[in-house]
């Protein structure tokens, strides 16, 4: 759950290796924050409970909705020849029999308005024997889990490079490369992933600068300077 969340990362060794009863002590000794959770909660007693409902509550808030993919969607703005090609590549399936008509079949995992499909799969980052990071097995335990992660959502990738779970590429270019001409055969790869990896997905030099600007129009810039989510300090 969302809530858990909040409070997880506090705690992981590999994020904020904090303890709950620090930041508590850290929170109860401000008395801007005591005033902050007496408005909310109406004394000021601080917990972990009402700490992790606070930040859940602001994590819900955090909707981005106002990219020019989403203003294209509602008809308002248009895109360029370039986003639009980069759309019909994004969209459309590969077609090794017809290369003409053959796309980069993204939307075959990052589908739907938010560009994901809420799965764990494998897309090709390496050969079974060069896995250095299990991923959804090391949950499961299932060894056709290993080296699935969760498809991403899309929305402003343009703004958070590196990509992949191990952020092995730092730009969109690289990630399109890898999709094209980087595919590494293993035994949970993606099937749809596996019938291109003879051929590649056939894109030309321009297909990947369209795709790029493409994956660019779902940048938010209303929602990146809303003064709602400016630091309050
Ligand atoms: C078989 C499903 C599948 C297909 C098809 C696919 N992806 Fe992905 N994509 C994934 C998975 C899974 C990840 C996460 C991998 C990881 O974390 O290591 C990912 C990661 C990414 C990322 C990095 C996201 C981040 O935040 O680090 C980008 C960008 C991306 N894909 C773009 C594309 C594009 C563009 C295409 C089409 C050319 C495409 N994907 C096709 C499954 C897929």
Sequence with gaps: MLIDQAIIPIQDELEMDETLDNVLSKLSASQMCKNQFTRVYVDDDITVDKMALAMEQFMLSLVSYDSKYDQWVAGTTEFTASEERGRLLFETEYNPFFQELSGADCAHCHG???????????????????????GRENVTNDPMDRARFKVPFLRNIELTPPYMHDGRFSTLEEVVDHYNEGIHPSTSLDPAIQATIETGLFLTADDKVDLVNFLKTLTDHSFLTDTRYSDPF
Excluded: I, T
């Design 112 to 134: 739907g308005s938010n560009f994901e499909n809420d799965l764990y799969m494998n897309n090709g980052l390496d050969a079974d024997a060069d896995f250095a990071d299990l």
